[in-house]
């Protein structure tokens, strides 16, 4: 019996950790110079990915009309260039595939296939994250672009030394998300009963993130759905 109770307590941590691991590398994009890189990782530590998960993005010139961008590949990551285009805002959606958390540690591969390989799964999801950038401000980017998850700032952070938030899932307000700063491991506030947060703001890059996981439906590869989703910009 208490080697019962001590093994499900492991397991209990393990599935605790695991579940950290696979949304613990932070999404966001960053401007350097006149190129906008999309960037996973944490803080000062970054780490290259396939560029073809990189799925869908839209661009806004800072009066908030839709302008055509081109994405531009490397061989571990992606970026755009402002070539000078006027700007305002960029929203990227990354299909990062599928994750099973293991005994063995994380596999990037479905649930059907690692059965067939013989691991013993603790959980198996898909993970989307989504990431927005602000360049330069215009009242109309306080309207969701309903992602499945989004993070939309209230009021002009480029003139203010604290940022509105509100979180959407599904469209709804995301009560008690979770928020991470500036690529932080910690958690630095939740958003109140209505979605909606105050975040101090700093000089330079900031960047706000929440992450969560939903139940995936009628998926053989995957019982949750892992998702992230990070608003950033750099304020003089």
Request: no cysteine.
């Amino acid at each position: 019996m208490l080697r019962k109770l001590i093994f499900l307590n492991i397991l209990l941590v393990l599935t605790f950790l695991f579940s950290l691991s696979v949304q613990a590398h932070d999404f966001w994009i960053e401007k350097k110079a006149e190129k906008f890189f999309i960037i996973s990782g944490h803080e000062n530590t970054t780490e290259g990915y396939n560029p073809d998960r990189v799925r869908k993005w839209i661009v806004f010139d800072s009066k908030g009309r839709s302008i055509k961008v081109n994405l531009s590949k490397t061989e571990d990551g992606a970026y755009f260039s402002e070539n000078g285009k006027d700007i305002g805002l960029i929203n990227v959606f990354f299909d990062n595939k599928y994750w099973v958390k293991t005994t063995e540690g994380w596999k990037n591969i479905g649930k059907r296939e690692a059965l067939k390989s013989g691991y013993q799964i603790i959980e198996s999801g898909r993970s989307y994250k989504f990431a927005k950038f602000l360049n330069k401000w215009n009242d109309k980017f306080t309207k969701p672009l309903k992602t499945k998850i989004e993070i939309i700032p209230l009021n002009n952070p480029f003139n203010s030394d604290v940022l509105r938030v509100k979180v959407l899932l599904d469209g709804n307000p995301f009560r008690e998300a979770p928020i991470f700063l500036n690529a932080s491991h910690e958690e630095s506030l939740k958003t109140d009963l209505d979605g909606m947060a105050s975040i101090q703001l700093q000089k330079g890059r900031n960047i706000i993130s929440v992450t969560t996981k939903v139940p995936a439906k009628n998926d053989p590869d995957g019982d949750v759905i892992y998702l992230r989703a990070s608003l950033s910009f750099i304020k003089e």
